[in-house]
């Protein structure tokens, strides 16, 4: 079985300019978030999508960033503008949670790093 | 609110030597609990999870953790420590918020396992 995918694995940008990270989850896992990762730091949750709607997502700076999971599969990630201080690596897991949400494990990503200079 | 602390961000032993890698958590409600692992550019691998059954949980690669409510940790250990084992470990929480909604998972700063040969 194929873990969760994440694409690309590096990008470098200037300041200013827009980036995208794309998920792939695990097949038949219906919750994905997204984590910020900064360097020494645990994973912060950005958004966690239940199927195509998105909840959680009191941390995800709405300025200058967004979020799709369209058809609740595949889910974009965009930055826009970047700024120095979203340099990071981006993580994205899945889980299958149903009644019990609490005590599902999730699947991580190897992530996304991004350097913004 | 939940919280979880890791204490000491950097945990040295010998290899053979006993490892043990300390988390405290804050809820107000009862918790899960995970401790996961990351290897350097790598995703988060989950080793073990506490979901109110017993007490003390067996996970992967050697590695144990006991929940002790009256503490209020989730100390992670494994008698004899090996190279492989280098990595770094997070303890994380999930706690359902008061209402009965989300589940918001919370992951402490991380301790980095040095293992000398």
């Known amino acids: 079985e194929a873990g969760v995918v994440q694409s690309p694995r590096y990008k470098i940008i200037e300041k200013k300019q827009p980036v995208a990270f794309w998920c792939n989850p695990i097949?038949?896992?219906?919750?994905l978030y997204w984590y910020r990762q900064n360097l020494g730091q645990g994973p912060e949750l950005l958004i966690r999508?239940?199927?195509?709607?998105?909840?959680?997502d009191s941390q995800l700076p709405k300025d200058r960033f967004s979020a799709e999971r369209l058809k609740g599969v595949d889910s974009t990630l965009k930055i826009q503008p970047a700024e120095l201080g979203d340099s990071a690596v981006y993580l994205c897991?899945?889980?299958?949670?149903?009644?019990?949400?609490?005590?599902?494990?999730?699947?991580f990503g190897p992530g996304t790093r991004l350097t913004v200079t | 609110a939940q919280s979880v602390t890791q204490l000491g961000s950097h945990v040295s032993v010998s290899e053979g030597a006993l490892v043990l890698l300390r988390c405290n958590y804050s809820?107000?409600?009862?918790?899960?609990l995970f401790w996961y692992v990351q290897y350097p550019n790598q995703g988060l691998q989950l080793l073990l999870k506490?979901?109110?059954?017993?007490?003390l949980v067996k996970g992967i690669n050697g590695f144990e953790a006991e929940f002790k409510k009256s503490e209020t940790s989730f100390h992670l250990t494994k008698p004899s420590a090996h190279m492989s084992d280098a990595a770094e470990y997070f303890c994380?929480?999930?706690?359902?918020?008061?209402?009965?909604?989300?589940?918001?998972?919370?992951f402490g700063r991380g301790t980095s396992l040095i293992v000398h040969p």
């Open positions: 897991a899945s889980s299958l949670e149903t009644r019990d949400r609490g005590s599902y494990e999730q699947y």
């Open positions: 097949s038949g896992h219906n919750t």
């Open positions: 999508y239940e199927n195509e709607e998105a909840v959680d």
């Open positions: 809820s107000s409600v009862p918790p899960y």
């Open positions: 506490y979901t109110s059954a017993a007490t």
């Open positions: 994380a929480v999930r706690t359902q918020t008061l209402s009965g909604g989300s589940y918001i998972p919370t």
